[in-house]
T-cell receptor
Framework: QKEVEQNSGPLSVPEGAIASLNCTYS??????FFWYRQYSGKSPELIMF????GDKEDGRFTAQLNKASQYVSLLIRDSQPSDSATYLC??????????FGGGTRVLVKP | DTGVSQNPRHKITKRGQNVTFRCDPI?????LYWYRQTLGQGPEFLTY????????KSRLLSDRFSAERPKGSFSTLEIQRTEQGDSAMYLC?????????????FGPGTRLTVL
């Protein structure tokens, strides 16, 4: 079992719709949770992070965390073609390294 | 505000050669991380520094890999006797620890191709 799991996709979303991305993790000691966006050939770009159960909103993005279920999600509202990218879920436990999932590829179709 | 920079951006080398990459973190950041990413995978942790001290190394980091951060500012990652399996994107990230801000910011990466 991988430490951080994501559906590889692609997740195809019509322009203007909501994209919903999911991530599960195995280490119950995990403390902080991150979503990065990565365009093809580029490095990961931090979108947002969350460390408390519940929702955290930043613009069109909402992160949701449920530590009891070991589950974190990202919602992208009003999806735009420029949101087409791979979204990486990363988890930080008591140590300092980030453990990444394999990423979910999102395609927003005009 | 200068972000994380990495040099070179691309490196092509022949198997058996040594290569060295450089990372310059965000200026006030005290932590520096190295990750490796292969096609279709998420980044994998290699090692990290708190100031000049190397505090953790992944089991992925074979004896052919060595990293330094001599003055607590920039860092170098050297790969000796490169193998084709070393071909990957090498990513550097930095963060400011001790402030409660856990965010790590990545540089543009160095893409290594071993022929």
């Amino acid at each position: 079992q991988k430490e951080v799991e994501q559906n590889s996709g692609p997740l195809s979303v019509p322009e203007g719709a909501i994209a919903s991305l999911n991530c599960t993790y195995s280490d119950r000691g995990s403390q902080s949770f991150f979503w990065y966006r990565q365009y093809s050939g580029k490095s990961p770009e931090l979108i947002m992070f969350i460390y408390s159960n519940g929702d955290k909103e930043d613009g069109r993005f909402t992160a949701q965390l449920n530590k009891a279920s070991q589950y974190v999600s990202l919602l992208i509202r009003d999806s735009q073609p420029s949101d087409s990218a791979t979204y990486l879920c990363a988890v930080r436990a008591a140590g300092n390294k980030l453990t990444f999932g394999g990423g979910t590829r999102v395609l927003v179709k005009p | 505000d200068t972000g994380v920079s990495q040099n070179p951006r691309h490196k092509i080398t022949k198997r058996g050669q040594n290569v060295t990459f450089r990372c310059d973190p965000i200026s006030e950041h005290n932590r520096l991380y190295w990750y490796r990413q292969t096609l279709g995978q998420g980044p994998e942790f290699l090692t990290y520094f708190q100031n000049e001290a190397q505090l953790e190394k992944s089991r992925l980091l074979s004896d052919r890999f060595s990293a330094e951060r001599p003055k607590g500012s920039f860092s170098t990652l050297e790969i000796q006797r490169t193998e084709q399996g070393d071909s990957a994107m090498y990513l550097c990230a930095s963060s400011l620890e001790g402030t409660g801000d856990p965010r790590q910011f990545f540089g543009p990466g160095t893409r290594l191709t071993v022929l």
